[in-house]
T-cell receptor, first 112, second 114 residues
């Protein structure tokens, strides 16, 4: 019953490549988030958005960038991938206010 | 400011109870609880807002002590399906009013044995 979709699910790619991780939700949520999570570790907020044309950096500094041109779409881009970017990236969305966050299945990224 | 979760890990027999704590040194707007199973996305359990409220969902309940800035998650008569990692996520007040995104604790690994 997932209403938030992330693609690709897995990506193995070489150093220096440009990468875009896709995230789309069909719930009409204004707020969207990107988290980075290493295996067995906590989630770190790297980007969030309050709505169209709104993007903010999270607690964890990241070399990635995001855009929010449409309510349902919140892609994350790495201009030049490096091995240190290897991690799982989770996208989430929520209604405005202090509301439950709904997570996608994540993208497991490996940079060789 | 990352919230502190305790314990780091718990191993229980099916039917036993567990308590997981989450505390912050900053004034909190809300506390969220999520459970994540291995290889899966986190799943929302409940939100507690300021005011010392308690909430319950089946045999899982939680409380929020605003004075202590601490929340506790109670798992009663644990089932095998309760295994996973439990994360608390906190929202703090900011100068503009309201709250920003969640800051998650390091998680509590819960293993339920038959």
């Amino acid at each position: 019953e997932a209403d938030i979709y992330q693609t690709p699910r897995y990506l193995v790619i070489g150093t220096g490549k440009k990468i875009t991780l896709e995230c789309s939700q069909t719930m009409g949520h204004d707020k969207m988030y990107w988290y980075q999570q290493d295996p067995g570790m906590e989630l770190h907020l790297i980007h969030y958005s309050y709505g169209v044309n709104s993007t903010e950096k999270g607690d964890l500094s990241s070399e990635s960038t995001v855009s929010r041109i449409r309510t349902e779409h919140f892609p994350l881009t790495l201009e030049s991938a490096r091995p240190s970017h290897t991690s799982q990236y989770l996208c989430a969305s929520s209604m405005t206010g202090s509301q439950p966050q709904h997570f996608g299945d994540g993208t497991r990224l490996s940079i060789l | 400011q990352q919230p502190v979760q305790s314990p780091q890990a718990v191993i229980l027999r099916e039917g036993e109870d567990a308590v997981i704590n989450c505390s912050s040194s900053k004034a909190l707007y809300s506390v969220h609880w999520y459970r994540q199973k291995h290889g899966e996305a986190p799943v929302f359990l409940m939100i507690l807002l300021k005011g010392g409220e308690q909430k319950g969902h089946d045999k899982i309940s939680a409380s929020f002590n605003e004075k202590k800035q601490q929340s506790s998650l109670y798992l009663t008569a644990s089932q095998l399906s309760y295994s996973g990692t439990y994360f608390c996520g906190t929202e703090m007040y900011h100068s503009g009013g309201g709250a920003d995104g969640l800051t998650f604790g390091k998680g509590t690994h819960l293993i339920i044995q038959p």
